[in-house]
């Protein structure tokens, strides 16, 4: 049976294997239209990973500098300890 709408054969409908899934919604008020993107669940997923993972990433930096920044001796060295070892030669006096 042949018609309208495409099937070639009984039971065959003519549609497509699309899907198509809503990308957001429109807010009306005080007589504006303000559109408004919807996340789907997925995406909301993708963005709290995304944002768990770059926050690990910089907490994990900042804990190493600071592991770093506790190991390194706090050195000061004046010239007059350079001068007594031999280090470098005593400025002269102009």
Excluded: K, Y
Excluded at 2 to 19: I, N, P
Aim: no cysteine; net charge neutral.
């Amino acid at each position: 049976m042949v018609g309208f709408g495409g099937g070639g054969t009984e039971g065959e409908s003519g549609r497509g294997g699309a899907s198509v899934s809503p990308i957001g919604f429109l807010e009306l008020r005080d007589g504006r239209a303000r559109f408004h993107r919807a996340l789907g669940p997925a995406a909301t997923v993708a963005v709290i990973l995304a944002g768990t993972g770059g926050t690990t990433l910089v907490l994990d930096a900042l804990r190493r500098l600071v592991a770093e920044l506790r190991r390194r001796p706090e050195t000061r060295v004046d010239t007059a300890t350079l001068v007594d070892t031999g280090a470098v030669e005593p400025a002269e006096d102009r």
